[in-house]
């Protein structure tokens, strides 16, 4: 059967009007900040009361008062933060990461990584650990120095140390007081 010229398409859809769009007025639209609007399909959100309340029922019974709002203030406590950012961690689809929030001279700072790569996520957090300690000393001597007077040993892998020898030009008849005096003389080495 052909459909007649003068009837709508109903593939086309409905032209809306300024006024159909302005949902500003609209009983089922709460203006929650200039701009953003949160829409309920059924649900009335701007009585007077600022009850929610159905559309169905809105004719048929009066605004209840509003619900005292301590039982609905949701705890926050140091073991409730902590499961929460558990939880989100755990969601993650990343193999490692982290969360930290911790205090520098009085300042505190947040940081949050994931990554699939290991050696990624220790070294952003290393990183920005270290850009924490001291905004005038390099982050590599920071984090060397943080390394060296901690009570934790650091093993270091021979291709290491091969590198650190090679870094001084030295030779295999050079003594170890060479080798001393070389890493004296470039204040430090990176390892």
Known sequence: MARRSDEPNPEEGKVLS???LD???????????EGRYVVSSDVRNDDS?????????????????APDPE?????????????????????????????????FDGD?????????????VFESFMLWYGRQMDGSTPVEEVLGIL?????????????????????????PDDSIADLLQAVEDADGAEL
């Open 23 to 33: 949902i500003a007025d609209d009983e089922h639209v709460t203006e929650i900040d």
């Open 108 to 120: 505190v700072d947040q940081q949050q990584l994931t990554s699939n790569d290991i050696v990624t």
């Open 71 to 103: 039982p609905s203030t949701p705890e926050f406590s140091d073991a409730n933060v902590h499961e929460w950012l558990a939880e989100q961690m755990a969601d993650s689809n990343a193999r490692y990461g982290f969360d930290v929030t911790a205090k």
């Open 18 to 20: 300024p006024e159909e």
């Open 147 to 171: 390394l060296s007077e901690s009570n934790v040993p650091v093993r270091y892998p021979p291709a290491v140390i091969k590198q650190l020898v090679r870094s001084t030009q030295l030779t």
């Open 49 to 65: 009361y600022g009850n929610q309340v159905s559309s169905d029922s809105a004719s048929e019974s009066p605004p209840s008062p």
